[in-house]
């Protein structure tokens, strides 16, 4: 493992194990105060959450990819930070739980090439054992669902899913036949099962992650069985049993975590590169219910309409802090830092909400720990300062000029050459350049991906590239968009700093990121750095096609621009280069372009002209596929946060002759092994 695998890794570990002290902290240091025969039972019931926290983060990062296992952890740890693991001796049996699930999880998921048979029989001895504690109650779906996630890696091995759930079932019945319980094992019923407003609002943070990727699932056609879907069904019916049983809500937060999380990160994820439209609202509405909460307790705990004890002036003030942050990220579209403080508020309400006391009790029984004088100061006064800060955010910022008709640009040849002052020079090849010659190709650059970015990733990654740019000199070099965070200023001086180091012409094609402040397209910026977004020019050859789709549909402008470009003479080979896919080229999410009508319409015409290849970004792996004589290739692994655990940091490199024209895809390292063999080798031949 390099240096730089390692401090990521470092990094990871440190930020989890904060995660993990902040949610549970609190409750040991007051396990540390109980008597002396109730504290190592208490202790052992805070170690249960800890061990499925770590298991959930290595599930994690082998199923989702590298850097979920953090914002996986962060939402187990949103809901066990009520406590549920410290308050009763009863709720063990909730923690035990939760362990087996995760487990169950994490071995579904290791159970893959040799390693399969081993982690199948661990599966099947976990799940075997499941069914002897708990028996058949809603909880019984979480473990059907680890059985199942075994054939998404193997399809055709439904017969072990079923031999898997069967163990579960035998397990069960042998626990029904002897006369074996465990404390708070059973579903609960009456005033045992907490289920009332306090255990509610406790778990309010989790709705904001829950609800937004049920409802991503359900508008998705059309239907698979992706465990998305079968993790969301399983959710759905176990809160279904749960509202009609009655049942321990403490049993069914626990068991559901783990499934909680997986979906959570997977659909925060997506949120972070580009939050689909269909569904904002009903993230807003989500968010905008916790800021009200947050505001609303501290009111009406002061008027005495609620009784939160543990609501201190400390806690008080955080309360107010959070909301106005929730206001702050919801404002100006900032998805990972929104993630965060909903971690913060599902702590904040684990400490304030008693799962034990009615949230409402008799007005005689109140007693106001915070004044109401001293929260309305708070609330004036955090506003202020909020509004302060966004009059002087906003009065600092620098604006480009933007030009009203400057949505399109156009051009018959968009090379440019960067020197030292980063000022773009407008080169042309063609009367010096015949084949054979190579040019370098690479995807999304932008290390906004996570809040952690380490040398492995993002900007960095940039920075070998342009050594291998310097060492290799290819003729030129093309980008697949997002070489900015987003379109602000700010960030187009980071991409101006890096670009002077490319030492060959270099075009771009603009991705998303480079086109939008938060959701609003400025494309002001791009065009001032690189010029035209769409732009057309032949070597030898070839015929190279630069076309802006970065906002996921064609412009009426550009089906004018791409018939005239297609009138030409033909050429040899004819090669396209834009940010989003044409086609999602994986059966599990969709990430192409939205506007399927368009992408059907380009699809036939680069089928009727005799388009050769089609080279994208924005899914950060590396992908291929032929449609009709068509080849599509994907390659967003320069630098942004990989999509899967199985994929690398990778660049292209095309070799163009008279008669062939070869593609490689190459690691980004700076010493690559001579024997070594590419990622990726397509060859093509001449149509004409």
Known sequence: MNESATLEKSISALVVMAIITIAFGPFVAAAWQLPYTEKPFLLIALGFPLLAAGLLYDSAERFLGKGRGLYAVAILCSLPATGFAATDLSFIAACALQVMVVASISAAVRAQGAERPAFLVGLG??????????????????FVFAAALTTIFKPKSAWTAALLISLYMVGSLAGLLLPFSIPGGGLGSGSDAFFNMASLLSILPWMLFIIPAIFFLLTIRPFTWTWQNMAAVSVFLCLLLTILMRANLVMIAAGLAPLIALLGTDFSYRNFNAPPRRFAGILAFLAWISIIVLIGLPILTAIGVVKLPALTPLYAVAAILLAAGLVWTQSFARPRWTFFLLFAVGVLLGRLCDWHEPLFPDPENVHAVVSL????VLIAAVSALSILVWLLTRRLRVQANREPDNEFIFAEENLRRFDESAAGVPVSLKDCLC???????????????SPLSSSRGGFFMFRTLTRILQESRPAFAVSLGDLANDARDSSYRKVKRLVRRIPVPFTVTPGNHDLFVDTKFDAACFHSLFGADNAVFEYGSVRFILLNNARGFIHPQQWE????????????????????????????????METREDADKLHELFRARGVTAVFSGHIHSLLHETRDEVAYVISGGGGSKLTTAHDRYHYLVVDVSENEIIVRAWPLELRRDSAAAPLMELRFGSRS
Not at 125 to 142: E, H, K, Q, V, Y
Not at 563 to 591: A, D, G, I, M, N
Request: charged share 10%.
């Open 125 to 142: 001895s976990i799940l075997l054992i499941a069914g002897f504690f708990f028996r058949l109650n809603a909880m019984s779906l979480a």
């Open 561 to 592: 621009w791409l018939e005239q470009v297609f009138t030409l003479p033909p050429s040899s080979f004819t090669l396209v280069f834009c940010h989003k896919p044409v086609f999602e080229l994986r059966s599990v999410v969709f990430y192409a």
């Open 373 to 376: 004088p001293f929260v309305l």
């Open 435 to 449: 084949p054979p010659y190579s040019f370098v190709l690479f995807g999304d650059v932008t290390g906004a991906e």
